[in-house]
């Protein structure tokens, strides 16, 4: 299993993704004789709090416990029955949302996800999700609550992923040829060094003409060129630690430093010898 595999969104394009909350998020707090059943259109992220609550859904044969530091998701248009499981009040969150990829797709239905996750750095996650659950206006949501709620997410996600579904989708949709698409950017994001444009889009099932046509509608530029750029960020990355030009340009492969810097200063707009620090550019650091 690879890089990408264990952090399903880490190396996605950032301005592949559109998040959207539903409605405020749900501040809740039930009593003992509390009990719900209910269908949403949407994406329902449950986190506890404190109590015990008892979530049956679809055609689960058993119930699940959330306890204090659990996250669970209900996917969209899934019928669920809650109950309070213990013997005092429950207090945690429900947001429903909704979150697409190239404003074309449903992301959270191209994963294969554990119902039931222990959040993860909860001593840190606990206060910011009292913070948010506390701060959340009854009828709007905020710019704020979408960061926020993105970092919850984010974390949920990060636990409960086990693998992409976009083997078992159909070839021909709009949403397997936009998840091959993010999957490509992906690998290119995570391995700078390593898998060029080529062997990227070796098990891409398309033609590859057409593949690199959608891949610059929906990302803003062609995959080699969207290589190249995630190739000078690392290059940045590395001269921010401390590297020389001539060391970094070597590390990525260039023979010739003053060539490293033409490309560097073409994506990045300065270069790399400026970025570095360095009063008098030197292609050689």
């Known amino acids: 299993m690879d890089k990408t595999e264990h952090s399903p969104l880490s190396h996605i394009p950032v301005g592949s993704l559109s998040l959207r909350l539903a409605r405020s998020t749900i501040k809740m707090q039930h009593d003992v004789g509390w009990r ?32 204090p530091g659990d996250g669970m998701l209900i996917p969209a248009h899934t019928r669920f029955r809650g109950s309070n499981a213990g013997d005092t009040p ?16 449903d992301l959270i239905r191209q994963m294969a996800l554990k119902q039931v996750v222990r959040m993860p750095n909860w001593e840190v996650l606990e206060p910011m999700i009292r913070y948010f659950r506390e701060s959340a206006p009854t009828d709007r949501t905020t710019l704020a609550q979408h960061h926020q709620f ?20 159909v070839p ?55 290589r190249e750029l995630k190739r000078m960020e690392f290059a940045a990355n590395r001269l921010g630690m401390g590297l020389t030009v001539k060391a970094v340009a070597a590390e990525l492969g260039y023979t010739d430093p003053y060539f490293f810097s033409r490309m560097f200063k073409r994506h990045l707009g300065v270069s790399p010898s400026t970025y570095r620090g360095q009063p008098t550019p030197e292609a050689g650091g």
């Not at 709090?49 to 058993?62: K, N, R, T």
């Not at 429950?90 to 797709?105: K, P, W, Y």
Request: charge should be negative.
């Open 36 to 67: 719900i059943d209910k269908l949403n259109p949407v994406h329902d992220l449950i986190i506890c709090l404190s109590g015990q609550i008892s979530y049956q859904v679809g055609h689960a044969p058993e119930p699940v416990i959330l306890t």
């Open 90 to 105: 429950i207090v945690g969150i429900a947001q429903h949302f909704s979150l697409e990829f190239f404003r074309r797709g």
């Open 150 to 169: 993105m970092v919850l997410l984010l974390a949920y996600l990060e636990e409960a992923f086990q693998e992409w579904l976009v083997e078992r989708s």
């Open 172 to 226: 021909e949709s709009a949403d397997h040829l936009s998840m091959q698409i993010m999957l490509v950017a992906s690998r290119l994001s995570a391995d700078p060094l390593g898998a060029g444009v080529e062997e990227a889009l070796r098990t891409v099932p398309y033609n590859p003409d057409y593949f690199r046509r959608a891949f610059r509608e929906r990302i803003g530029q062609t995959p080699q060129k969207f």
